[in-house]
């Protein structure tokens, strides 16, 4: 999970660079070639379903590519800051989304969190048009509205959502690695002719050499090692704590976007922040003898 915070902190720099569709398009490419070897079905397991196949397309055009896109310009019209504290959130619309699609009891502190989450985001959407974000953008970026950058980072939160939700129902049939790799190939095909667009007038050339290394470990703890990371832990750990560890995610995105990126962390900042990690830990926290759904690593 801190992985997770640092790479959306630091795409603000690749973004800065890299056109959004040919960023996704470099990542999932990367990461498909890293993740040949899980493709093939394992020994033993059985073959994919209809519905099994579905569930794969719709958990990559949610949890991949729609994911990927909104995260991307969220960052690129706010802030590293912004987009943990936004990211806050998965835990309780994890849970929300739990209750509305898989029956899931909605507990009086889940309320909490998700209303917690939902002030800290507002929040920071006042805060937003008085408070610029540090670190480099491209200028077209500021001829965007200063909401739509909030309301980005929310879809992509969503996005997130609709990714352990549907995860949910893959892992009795599928092993997580071979979902990692068939979901990003999923997400290669379906951001190919976008990601194409925008190289045939990328200069390449430009590109300094620690932005490509920041590009390949973008790519890799994307979609590789954080998947890797998330299931060997869960493997030690109840599924219903795992969520608690979330809290790593906005901290260590927050961390980058001060220390690393001279953005601003004023007592708005602050106080959106400690909303966030209320509602984080408010829906993830394990109550006595009750599971929490626990978020799963992109």
Known sequence: MALVGSYVGLSRLLVATFPVFLLAWLRFGIAAVAMLRWTPRAPGEPPLSRHDRWLLFWESFLGNFLFSICMLFGVLLTSAVSAGVVMAAIPATVALMSWLFLGERLTRRVSAGIACAAAGIALLALLRPAASHGGPAPAAASALPGWLGPLL???????????????????????????????????????????????????????PARLWGLLVFYALAASVVTVWLWMKGLASVPAQRAGVFSVMLPVSAAAVGVLFLGEPFGAGHLAALALALAGLLLAAWPARGAAKPAPAAQ
Request: with cysteine.
């Open 153 to 207: 980072l929310v879809g992509a939160v969503v996005c997130e959502a609709s990714y352990v939700v549907i995860g949910k129902r893959l892992t009795g049939s599928v092993s997580p690695r071979r979902i990692s790799a068939l979901i990003n190939l999923w997400g290669l095909l379906l951001v190919t002719p976008l990601g194409l667009w925008q190289a045939l007038s990328f200069d390449f050339a430009g590109v």
